[in-house]
C-alpha cells in the first residue's frame, strides 16, 4: 500500500517509523511518503492559510497551495506505478471512523491523507478532488483536535495492522474488538498471562482448565459484562440467534 501525507507539520507523522507502522515499512508493505504543504507556498512568510469568506473566527486553508502539493503527490505516485488512489479527509465532521472503515481502507492500494489545521481547508479543494477519486471525510470522535495529523496517525495504525504479513500472528486481530464475526460489536473482555497467582490474585480457573468450550462461553460471557458496562449502545447491534447458534457449537 502506498501512502502520502499532506501537512504543515511533517516531523508530526515521524511516529510512523516507528512499532507496527515502521515494521509493515521495513518489510514492503507500506510505502510512505510525507510532503511539507508549505513547499507549495511562494511568499516570504509560507502562508497556508487566510481569512474566511462571510466573515467569523479563525482562518482556512487556503486552494492553491492543496492543489499544487496533491498534483504533485499524484504525479509522484502514478510515475512510481501507483494506482486507484483514495483521498482521506480527517475532519471533525466527516463520518465515524470504525473498524469498518479500517477494513475497507485496509483493501486500498493507495491513501492520500490531507490533514488541516485551523478551521479547515477551502471546500473547493475536496470538491475538486471527489471529480477524480473517491474521497472519505473521517472523523475519529467527537472531539475537536487541533489538526488532523493525530487523527493521520491513528488511522494508519488501526489500517496497517490489517494488511497481510504486517502482524506476526494472523489471528491476533480475528477476535479484536469490532472484528467481523460472532462477537462483532461486543467489547472484548479481561486477559490474563503467567504468573498463575499476582499479588494473591489468582487467572480464573476457567482459563487454566485447559476446557476450550467453557473458555469460550467465559469470555463472550466477559465481552457481554463488559459491553454492557462501557458500551451498551453496542448490545442493541447484537444478534441473540448469533449467540444460540455459538452455544450450540460449544
Ligand atoms: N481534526 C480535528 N479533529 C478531528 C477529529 N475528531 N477527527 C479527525 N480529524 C480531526
Not at 13 to 18: C, G, I, K, Q, R
Not at 56 to 74: F, Y
Not at 162 to 176: F, I, K, Q, W
Request: proline share 8%.
Amino acid at each position: 500500500m502506498r501512502l502520502d501525507v499532506v501537512t504543515i507539520f511533517p516531523e508530526y507523522l515521524e511516529p510512523l517509523d516507528v512499532s507496527l507502522v515502521g515494521k509493515a515499512r521495513a518489510r514492503g508493505r507500506l510505502d510512505v511518503h510525507v510532503h511539507d504543504l508549505r513547499h507549495w507556498t511562494y511568499d516570504r512568510h509560507n502562508t497556508v492559510d487566510d481569512t474566511p469568506y462571510g466573515g467569523g473566527p479563525g482562518m482556512v486553508m487556503k486552494t492553491e497551495p492543496w492543489g499544487e502539493a496533491l498534483d504533485s503527490a499524484l504525479a509522484d505516485g502514478y510515475e512510481a506505478g501507483a494506482h486507484d488512489p483514495v483521498l482521506v479527509v480527517p475532519t471533525p465532521s466527516g463520518r465515524p471512523f470504525t473498524q469498518q472503515t479500517a477494513v475497507a481502507l485496509a483493501r486500498q492500494p493507495w491513501l492520500i491523507f490531507t490533514p488541516a489545521r485551523y478551521e479547515g481547508i477551502d471546500r473547493r479543494v475536496t470538491d475538486e478532488y471527489a471529480t477524480r477519486m473517491p474521497v472519505h471525510e473521517v472523523s475519529i470522535g467527537d472531539y475537536v483536535l487541533a489538526g488532523g495529523e493525530a487523527a493521520v496517525l491513528v488511522i494508519t495504525e488501526a489500517v496497517a495492522r490489517l494488511l497481510p504479513g504486517v502482524l506476526g500472528n494472523a489471528e491476533s486481530h480475528r477476535d479484536d474488538s469490532f472484528a467481523p464475526g460472532a462477537m462483532a460489536n461486543l467489547l472484548e473482555g479481561p486477559v490474563y498471562t503467567k504468573p498463575p497467582v499476582w499479588r494473591g490474585r489468582a487467572v480464573p480457573e476457567v482459563l487454566t482448565g485447559g476446557h476450550h468450550g467453557k473458555v469460550a462461553r467465559w469470555r463472550r460471557d466477559e465481552a457481554l459484562r463488559r459491553t454492557a458496562a462501557h458500551r451498551p449502545d453496542l448490545l442493541e447491534r447484537c444478534d441473540p440467534a448469533e449467540f444460540d447458534r455459538k452455544d450450540r457449537e460449544i
